[in-house]
């Protein structure tokens, strides 16, 4: 059934995509000789009518960006853009949707560079399907479908007729089957198993602990296609430890999950103890439920329920029969006095090794010992950093449900947990196995069968870190070598070799109730509509960001994590405020401008060493004070907290310029700084940041203590008598009138030195020191000090 199945709908991919760009079949003649059309199948009137759900229309000139079918609440819509019909490039010009007018319809030159690539793909003439799915995505991303769903790529039409074909199973001829399920898995405990590390090498465990996640939701997905013979296109979405797929009828779907999901689950107890767990679940549903406009939303939200229910149960499987609970809660380890220096879980000396080349200076422990998993992390790290990369995934039926050994690492465990070995290379991989080209759309050219996206910017050690830690004290043993990822200490120094505070920047963020919008916001949610923003979502933030970080400084930012609508990214902490404003920016730019669609984060500064999973914590804090931000017209969210403040993203431009005025007035803007020391400016002293901080106090504590008066006096006065708080924005105080006198005096004493001195505090006074903006005066003043004040360890 599969290899006939498999060249049907690659001629059905290509005759579609033949008549949504008026391309000529005949340019694959000689090229693709074997390639003819299989057994008559009814497309149109079976698959492409269950897909329109009985609203089929005539095709888009051009493709609906995804986001603008999203309802704000409340908010006005913002105007629909689209994209131009081009072939898939991590460019902002490519990927981020235009004015209609300014849209490319698709046309016969689309087609012609879809049939070069075509006749280059392996194993002609019957090319494969996961090879062909991945070619397709790259030149039917934009391209409208056929059956005129707003919103909908020919691309994922494709992928939907696809993933029918093979869930139907071997009647696929005769159209889809009436009945499917959903699979359903999520990953509960992340964080537990993420950021709870010591700082030791905290910086390359983390981003290997992180992306191991993300590989063992990718190596479940894999397990479940073949066990359940589907393909990649059953794969709704997969992102961020969470994916959906659809699957044959319930009673076939619901044996192979409670299967998978004991396999994987009682080696990760083994492995890491129970911090973290799959959860898995399956759910009927039938072909119009996935493609009825609100009824598949009722069906995703109900199966939603379903997982979270899940959730709260985990390793619950593993509980059942005569040695359950034995197996999940008996004593683990001997009572060693050793512990892995990074997980802190009992090692002995023949499940660990000596911790080596951290790049930090150790405390504690006179030969700290690393268990071999998470060793294994931290090479994982290593291997993933490179910008030419590959990813090669075998079988390893041998391995599968075998249990785990005391010097397994990341790969084994994940074979024993899936049956499939994963490796990453940075040299053209040969042999057998599925090859994808990390962040390389031209994947046929190397090598590869498809590509995946991975936001994985590293910073390496240079031979100037390896003089500066020598002279930090660190042993020969200890030290990094050049390449290596840079520790924590190595980015903190970072921004203090550019005259800034020593400190490691942490920014989190992520997209404001995503969640919500994909529920409520898409009242005509379909399962490819779905898959759409899911996949848009993954572009910007596996693909586009990796660019962006790359562009900002990939010497010294690290991306920990990226993917599904979130980002953790460590680095020199004084890049991170104007890397946060532009992923923001371009965040926006890339939903069309979507007023319901916002990205909130948060950055703090940490020493060097202080402990990962409290710095993951207080960026998380600091995030979370964002996503509470309201405004004066209720409007909530979309800000950033920074250095302990909360700025609406629509005053960061004001914030940003007030900054770049302060550091003039003190001498230390770029242009100034950039000349030799006898010809550098003589401005206003750093007591202008004092000064500023003093205002800032006043008002704050000003406003709080009338806020406390308002409050006694209301809990005196009857309910319909009670007073305001007041308005941040509008109070008055002491501050007001100290502000004009000490700035006011700052000026006029450096005048004669520096005649703009009086004109440029004036500007300033009217632009921040104002009731509405007095707020962000705190914020200039500790930024403008942090950036030019050096601090010795």
């Given at each position: ?133 991945h070619l397709y995505h790259k030149y ?419 991306i920990i994590y990226a993917g599904g ?36 984060g948060g950055i703090t500064l940490e ?187």
């Amino acid at each position: 059934m599969q290899d006939e199945a498999k060249q049907a709908l690659i001629f059905y991919g290509l005759d579609r995509l033949k008549e949504m760009t008026r391309g000529d079949m005949a340019l694959l003649a000689g090229k693709v000789p074997s390639l003819a059309p299989p057994p008559d199948v009814a497309w149109a009137t079976s698959y492409e009518a269950i897909l329109a759900g009985g609203q089929q229309r005539e095709p888009e000139d051009v493709l609906t960006c995804i986001f603008a079918l999203v309802e704000p609440r409340g908010d006005p819509s913002a105007p629909a853009h689209f994209y131009s019909a081009q072939s898939l490039a991590l460019d902002k010009d490519i990927l981020f949707p235009q004015p209609k007018e300014k849209a490319t319809p698709a046309g016969p030159t689309l087609w012609k560079e879809f049939v070069n690539e075509f006749s280059q793909l392996p194993h002609l003439p019957q090319p494969d399907l996961e090879t062909f799915y991945h070619l397709y995505h790259k030149y039917a991303w934009a391209v409208p479908c056929s059956y005129g769903e707003p919103g909908v790529s020919l691309f994922e039409q494709w992928k939907a007729v696809a993933a029918l074909v093979f869930a139907t199973g071997q009647d696929w001829r005769n159209g889809p089957a009436a009945n499917f399920a959903l699979i359903g898995g999520d990953i509960p405990g992340i964080q537990d198993f993420v950021y709870t590390i010591t700082s030791k090498g905290a910086a390359k465990g983390l981003r290997g602990r992180s992306f191991f996640l993300q590989l063992l939701g990718d190596a479940v997905v894999r397990r479940l296609l073949a066990d359940l013979g589907l393909c990649s296109c059953n794969v709704i979405y997969n992102a961020g430890g969470n994916f959906l797929l659809l699957g044959p009828e319930e009673g076939k779907a619901a044996a192979a999950v409670d299967r998978v999901r004991r396999q994987v689950n009682a080696r990760l107890v083994e492995a890491i103890q129970g911090d973290t767990a799959l959860v898995l679940e399956s759910m009927p549903v039938s072909a119009n439920d996935l493609f009825t406009p609100g009824q598949f939303k009722k069906k995703r939200d109900k199966f939603a329920r379903q997982v979270a229910q899940a959730k709260a149960h985990p390793l619950r499987e593993l509980a059942v029969g005569k040695n359950g609970w034995e197996t999940l809660f008996k004593p683990k380890g001997k009572g060693s006095r050793l512990s892995c220096a990074v997980c802190r879980i009992e090692v002995d000396e023949h499940n660990s090794k000596p911790l080596e080349r951290t790049g930090e200076v150790l405390e504690g422990a006179e030969s700290p010992r690393i268990c071999y998993l998470c060793d294994s992390f931290r090479e994982l790290a290593e291997n993933i950093r490179y910008e030419d990369l590959w990813m090669v995934v075998r079988d390893a039926p041998g391995m599968l449900d075998i249990p785990v050994r005391p010097k397994d690492g990341w790969a084994n465990l994940l074979a024993r947990m899936t049956g499939f070995h994963y490796q990453f290379t940075n040299e053209q991989p040969t042999g057998e196995g599925d090859v994808l080209a990390l962040n390389r759309l031209d994947f046929l050219q190397t090598g590869a069968h498809g590509f995946r996206l991975l936001a994985n910017v590293t910073p390496t050690v240079t031979d100037a870190d390896i003089a500066y830690l020598q002279a930090e004290g660190l042993k020969p043993e200890e030290l990094p070598e050049p390449g290596d990822i840079r520790s924590f200490t190595l980015l903190a120094h970072a921004a203090a070799t550019a005259g800034a505070i020593e400190r490691v920047g942490v920014l989190r963020m992520d997209a404001d109730g995503l969640g919500v919008v994909f529920s409520e916001g898409m009242p005509d949610l379909t399962m490819p509509r779905l898959s759409a923003l899911s996949g848009a979502m993954d572009l910007f933030f596996s693909g586009y960001l990796n660019v962006l970080v790359r562009n900002q400084s990939e010497k010294d930012l690290y991306i920990i994590y990226a993917g599904g609508d979130d980002l953790f990214i460590v680095g020199a902490w004084h890049h991170l405020p104007d890397l946060a404003a532009t992923i923001r920016n371009d965040f926006k730019e890339f939903t069309g401008n979507h007023p319901a669609l916002s990205l909130s984060g948060g950055i703090t500064l940490e020493d060097r060493k202080f402990p990962l999973y409290r710095a993951a914590e207080r960026a998380g804090e600091a995030e979370g004070l964002a996503k509470g931000y309201t405004r004066p017209d209720s409007r909530r969210k979309d800000a950033l907290c920074f250095l302990g403040t909360v700025v609406g993203w629509e005053d960061w431009a004001l914030v940003r310029q007030q900054k770049e005025e302060i550091l003039w007035l003190i001498g230390e803007d770029k242009e100034n700084k950039a000349k030799k020391e006898d010809e550098r400016a003589k401005r206003l002293p750093r007591a202008l940041l004092q000064v500023m901080q003093n205002i800032h106090q006043l008002y704050a504590s000003g406003l709080q203590a009338v806020r406390r008066r308002v409050r006694r006096e209301n809990r005196q006065r009857p309910a319909d008598k009670k007073l305001p708080l007041p308005n941040p924005r509008l109070f008055f105080g002491r501050w007001a009138w100290m502000h004009v006198y000490s700035l006011t005096r700052l000026a006029r004493q450096h005048e004669k030195r520096v005649p703009e001195a009086p004109a440029r505090i004036k500007e300033l006074q009217n632009k921040i020191m104002q009731p509405a903006t007095v707020r962000y005066s705190g914020l200039l003043a500790r930024w403008a000090e942090y950036l030019t004040r050096k601090e010795e360890w």
